[in-house]
């Protein structure tokens, strides 16, 4: 039943601060949206495999249900940043040791289709993890 349940949090002093950007030093336009803005959509893009249209709706969505009022970038502006946004993928340090469980299933191949590969034989991209 809570297969279909989604949960997203915004952290209010992050948001705060972080998602219009500071005023520029020189001349020029001031940019409307920080890259923790673009980041933050992209990530979504990339976790739910949606077009840039699609991210958009989905952030203008989420806004409204969190009752922010944020600015939400728009396809155009989050697919030309996201060619020249450096990621910063926050992580926390390891504390010891990292544990792995395999259930009963085992290991799973992911690559090319399993009709594929009964058909054809073993690909050339197919990996364990």
Not at 66 to 73: R, Y
Not at 105 to 118: A, H, M, N, P, S
Request: hydrophobic share 35%; proline share 9%; net charge positive.
């Amino acid at each position: 039943v809570s297969r279909g349940d989604l949960t997203i949090w915004f952290d209010a002093a992050t948001i705060k601060q972080g998602w219009t950007p500071p005023p520029p030093v020189g001349r020029g336009k001031p940019g409307l949206y920080s890259a923790l803005a673009i980041q933050t959509c992209l990530t979504l893009k990339a976790l739910f495999r949606l077009p840039y249209r699609a991210t958009e709706g989905l952030m203008k969505s989420l806004m409204r249900l969190n009752g922010l009022d944020l600015p939400v970038p728009d396809h155009t502006h989050m697919s030309r940043r996201a060619a020249q946004l450096a990621v910063k993928i926050p992580r926390r340090p390891r504390k010891g040791p990292v544990h792995v469980v395999v259930d009963s299933t085992g290991l799973k191949i992911f690559g090319e289709g399993e009709w594929k590969v009964r058909q054809h034989g073993v690909g050339k991209r197919r990996t364990w993890r």
